[in-house]
């Protein structure tokens, strides 16, 4: 098993894994997963983002889609501001 460097800590990073296993758990998905799946997730995003004590959180959570392999994140109909 490999050890990573530390990433900074981004203020709001912790609100974003929060209500991915807020809503991963809504979806019924079982608690253990719904906790790992997010917490891996902004890892991942955070490669990309190459955060810095300055970065702000939505230069990681634009990233998730890709790290959770989607493509191209899809828009909830009559909301282009939300995705899910």
């Known amino acids: 098993m490999s050890v990573e460097k530390a990433m900074e ?5 912790g609100d974003t894994v929060t209500g991915i296993v807020a809503a991963l758990i809504g979806a019924g ?13 902004n890892r991942l995003a955070g ?8 970065t702000r959180v939505r230069e990681i ?3 998730i ?3 959770l392999g989607l493509k191209e994140p899809r828009m909830m109909s009559g909301n282009p501001h939300v995705s899910p």
């Open 9 to 13: 800590a981004i203020c709001g990073a």
């Open 29 to 41: 998905i079982e608690i253990k997963k719904a906790a790992v799946l997010p917490a891996r997730a």
């Open 61 to 63: 959570v634009k990233h």
């Open 65 to 67: 889609p890709e790290s």
């Open 47 to 54: 490669r990309p983002a190459r955060p810095i004590p300055v």
